[in-house]
């Protein structure tokens, strides 16, 4: 509904704006629009010069504000008033003009009343937003069970909220549960830890706020945040939840060794993958899986596929740690025993780099910084590896009961048979080529994988590269091109299971952040808090389906006839379908 517009004009003559300008025009100009007060202050971001704006609200009934200042970015803290009740229009005198612009020049100050005419026709027409507010589910959905997952449920109901979890396996716990030990998480990181997986799990179990599916699946999740509607398939029924949001926490997979054949993986018995090696050392004793002699000496393979444009072009970030860990499981399963780390270049971050002291300081680890030039197995089941050390500039051979690869880490977004250095871009999918009147053209289908998504776009979502989810890692991690649906964990970034479970718990704050400000008609990324909606004038709607091709977030499906269908939860803001 359109409000009675009452215009209040302010001009700060502060930051250089009074010596530059001649701030009598500029009120003449602002005067032109009648006005209901159209006053100037020496510090308007002061205290004194807002209560003077506070004053004008409150006594001469000011609900249209125009400030001509500083910049928008700056002191928006303080020319805060209600955006639900009054129209603000900040005017950026200061950076646009009088800062970057010869004083006390005519078209300095022509440029000034400009920007002030601007503003106040912008201020005219523009009204309050009124938001669009519901009563919304705030449950969250955690699809995974492993050590993100459940963290990220936990923290769900710590906070108050109820959580739902589904896990595709007959138990919880994921990798960790299969971990024979786990990195150190206390000072000062020397000693390897039990799992406290099974303890988690218990928890999770008891807690009331939270409803477990294992050995279950996602058929379909539609809607929107608050009202997801989500059909999940357990023991052969079907059963639709809603939820509020989403949190992705499908976690990894190794990548495949048998592409590894140079390295002896499928040739020899004694090669094994950093896995398989976890399996070994939790059954006791470590022992050749050849023969079950005891093991004496090991050799770790780093970036075994990793780093390689053939294989994984990117590095796993926690093989390092893991070898380290697993030459510590070496040492003491037999303290006569000795291991041996072949490494392009150790990566062990932040207080990890004790744990690498630790192991430097153990004289029954070797590290050497080298290539692989090649295996041979000896008739009494050892290999023989050969090993170009680049520190020493000498080649030399070591002969291994057991050699173990850095196997990396692939995300579970990635299906079986797919491989991450080879994926079609921004949806994970096949190519078709299709025959139409302007010849043969080429359509991505993308592949359902987890989520099964009823969006125009696609049953998933899009990956930034090798299968990770799309977001930016730094600014804003969890996010996804999905608004309520947060990814964390390995599936989202390779990552070690303690920085997993921190990236869970910061998924589901996002989660409940999400629901939080949609119930109240907010946005939540990256405009948070804007309760502007875009409105769409359907009567005049041609079917060209332009706004719902090119909305990147899925605000807008459409019915069989193209018609798009508005789902406004989904909406960030941006502004594509306004140019579309």
């Not at 799990?201 to 929107?224: D, M, Q």
């Not at 502007?532 to 709607?541: D, G, H, K, N």
Request: glycine content about 8%; aromatic content about 6%.
């Amino acid at each position: 509904m359109d409000m009675e517009k009452k215009l209040g004009v302010y001009i700060c003559t502060d930051c250089g704006i009074g010596d530059s300008l001649d701030i009598e025009k500029l009120q003449n100009t602002a005067n032109e629009y009648n006005p209901a007060v159209c006053r100037t202050h020496p510090f308007l971001c002061s205290q004194e010069g807002v209560q003077v704006i506070k004053d004008d609200i409150r006594n001469e009934g000011i609900n249209t504000i125009v400030v001509g200042a500083c910049s928008q970015r700056v002191n928006y803290d303080i020319f805060d008033f209600d955006p639900l009740k009054y129209v603000t229009e900040r005017v950026n005198l200061r950076e646009h003009v009088v800062w970057v612009h010869t004083p006390n020049d005519e078209s300095t100050q022509l440029m000034a009343e400009d920007y002030v005419r601007m503003g106040i026709t912008r201020a005219n027409k523009s009204e309050p937003p009124e938001p669009k507010t519901a009563d919304l589910e705030k449950t969250t959905l955690v699809v995974g069970g492993g050590i993100a997952g459940i963290t990220a449920a936990l923290e769900t109901v710590k906070a108050g909220y109820k959580a739902v979890i589904v896990e595709k396996e007959s138990e919880l716990g994921g990798w960790v549960r299969k971990m024979h030990k786990t990195l150190p998480s206390v000072p000062p990181y020397a000693e390897l830890e039990k799992p406290d997986i099974d303890a988690k799990i218990r928890e999770l179990e008891s807690n009331p706020g939270i409803r477990v599916f294992k050995g279950a699946s996602i058929e379909s999740i539609e809607g929107e945040p608050g009202m997801f509607d989500v059909t999940v398939n357990s023991n052969g029924s079907s059963e639709t939840l809603r939820v509020g949001a989403v949190v992705f926490t499908i976690g990894w997979k190794p990548y495949d060794a048998g592409k590894l054949e140079d390295l002896g993986y499928g040739k020899y018995r004694n090669v094994v993958t950093n896995v398989e090696m976890e399996e070994l050392a939790k059954n006791g004793k470590i022992k050749r899986p050849s023969d079950g002699k005891d093991v004496k000496s090991v050799v770790f393979v780093q970036c075994a596929g990793q780093r390689d444009e053939s294989h994984l072009p990117y590095c796993s970030s926690v093989c390092c740690l893991t070898s380290l860990k697993q030459a510590k499981y070496v040492r003491e399963s037999d303290p006569d025993a000795g291991a041996y780390i072949i490494y392009k270049d150790m990566r062990t971050p932040g207080l990890y780099e004790n744990f690498y002291k630790t192991a430097q300081d153990d004289e029954g680890i070797f590290l050497a910084k080298g290539e692989i030039m090649g295996m041979e197995e000896a008739g009494d089941g050892s290999i023989h590896v050969k090993v170009d050390n680049k520190l020493l500039g000498s080649v030399t051979t070591i002969k291994a009961d057991l050699v173990v690869l850095a196997t990396g880490m692939v995300t579970n977004m990635v299906p079986d048979g797919r491989e991450p250095n080879n994926l079609t871009e921004e949806f994970i999918g096949d190519i078709l080529k299709k025959e139409t009147q302007d010849g043969i053209t080429e359509e991505l289908k993308p592949v359902p994988i987890v989520l099964n998504l009823k969006y125009r776009q696609g049953p998933e979502m899009p990956h930034l590269k090798y299968g990770f989810p799309d977001s930016h890692f730094i600014c804003f991690p969890y996010e996804t091109r999905r608004t309520g649906i947060y990814a964390a964990g390995a599936a989202r970034l390779p990552m070690d299971a303690a920085s997993a479970a921190t990236d869970a718990a910061g998924a589901a704050l996002k989660a409940i952040q999400c629901v939080e400000l949609t119930s109240q008609g907010k946005s939540v990324h990256p405009r948070a808090g804007d309760q502007t909606f875009p409105e769409f004038r359907l009567e005049t709607c041609t079917q060209c389906r332009r706004c719902t091709v090119e909305c990147p977030f899925g605000t807008l499906d459409e019915d069989e006839k193209g018609t798009p269908r508005e789902h406004p939860y989904r909406c960030r803001r941006c502004g594509v379908c306004m140019g579309a």
